[in-house]
C-alpha cells in the first residue's frame, strides 16, 4: 500500500457509548480502536472513514470518539442524523471531523432514517460541503432515481452500489449510477464484495471482479476503497490478505491505486484540509 492510504469505511462498535437498535450482534467480536488498531497493518493504511452503524441510532458519539482516538490528522466520519439536528449540533459534528451522513436503507424497516429524510437533509448538509453515503439496494437506487437527481449534494454508494452480481453491469441500475459517476455528481465504494458475491472468500471473491473493474475503468477518479472492517454481514470475517488481493485485481496499476486511495479520499473527506464552514 502506498503511503496515506485511506480505508474508507470502517464501522467502530464500543460498549462504552450505548447501544439503542438492535441491529447488528457483533457480541464477541473485536470492535474497537484498540481492535482496529491490530489489524490496520494487514491492510497497510493509515488514512480512516469511520462510519456510524446503525445500532447507535443518530448518536454519533462512538464515531467522534473514534476520530479523537485516531487523530483528525488521520480520520474522519460519516454520520447519522435526522432532520430535528439544529445548526449547533451539525457544527460540533462538523469540527470533530464528520464529512457526511448516511442512509443506510437496504432493510428499511429497521433503518434510523428514511427515505423522505434524503432530500431535507441533503441540503442541510450541503451547506457544510458534506455528502450523503447511501447503503441502498440496486432497486432502490433506480426507484429513487429522480430523487437523487434533484438533491444538492453530490452521493457516495456504498459497497459496489450493492448490484446483484448475476446481473451486474446489465442491471438498470448500473446505467444510473455510471451517468451519476461520470458527471461528478457521485462515487463509488470499492468495498464489501462478500456482500452480493456467490462463490465466497473460498471463490476469492471473484465474481465480483468484473463489475469492480469497470467502475475502476469507467471513472477511476469517482472511487474509494474500504475494508468494512469489521465485516458486521460476515463471520467470521474474511482475511486481511483476500481483501487486499481483490483490490490489486481491480485495480491493476499502482498509479490507479494511488488515485482511489489517496487522491481521491483527500478530495472527498477533505484531508489536508481544515473543517469547511457554512456556504
Not at 432532520?83 to 433503518?111: H, K, M, Q, S, V
Request: hydrophobic share 40%.
Amino acid at each position: 500500500m502506498p503511503a496515506d492510504a485511506c480505508d474508507a469505511h470502517i464501522h467502530i462498535f464500543d460498549t462504552r457509548f450505548k447501544q439503542t437498535l438492535a441491529a447488528d450482534d457483533m457480541s464477541g467480536v473485536p470492535t474497537t480502536v484498540d481492535d482496529y488498531r491490530q489489524v490496520q497493518p494487514s491492510f497497510g493504511t493509515t488514512r480512516t472513514v469511520i462510519v456510524t452503524p446503525r445500532n447507535y441510532d443518530v448518536d454519533n458519539a462512538v464515531t467522534l470518539d473514534a476520530i479523537r482516538q485516531l487523530g483528525i490528522d488521520r480520520a474522519r466520519g460519516i454520520a447519522t442524523i435526522r432532520p430535528d439536528i439544529t445548526d449547533g449540533e451539525l457544527d460540533t459534528l462538523n469540527a470533530g471531523g464528520i464529512r457526511g451522513i448516511r442512509f443506510t436503507l437496504y432493510t428499511p424497516d429497521d433503518a434510523p432514517t428514511s427515505f423522505e429524510m434524503v432530500e431535507t437533509l441533503s441540503h442541510r448538509v450541503h451547506e457544510l460541503g458534506w455528502h450523503l453515503q447511501l447503503h441502498w439496494t440496486a432497486a432502490q437506487i433506480v426507484e429513487y432515481s429522480h430523487l437523487l437527481d434533484r438533491i444538492p449534494t453530490e452521493f457516495v454508494f456504498d459497497h459496489l452500489a450493492r448490484l446483484p452480481v448475476h446481473s451486474g453491469l446489465s442491471h438498470p441500475a448500473s446505467r444510473l449510477v455510471e451517468r451519476w459517476l461520470t458527471t461528478g455528481r457521485a462515487w463509488l465504494k470499492l468495498s464489501a464484495p462478500y456482500l452480493d458475491s456467490v462463490v465466497g472468500e473460498t471463490g476469492a471473491f471473484s465474481d465480483m471482479d468484473a463489475m469492480a473493474q469497470h467502475w475502476v475503468n469507467v471513472a477511476p477518479d469517482r472511487l474509494v476503497w474500504g475494508s468494512d472492517w469489521p465485516h458486521t454481514s460476515m463471520k467470521p470475517g474474511p482475511q486481511p490478505s483476500n481483501i487486499i488481493a481483490s483490490l490489486n485485481r481491480w485495480t491493476g496499476c499502482a498509479s490507479t491505486r494511488h488515485q482511489i486511495l489517496i487522491d481521491n479520499p483527500e478530495r472527498l473527506y477533505g484531508f489536508r484540509e481544515p473543517a469547511p464552514h457554512r456556504s
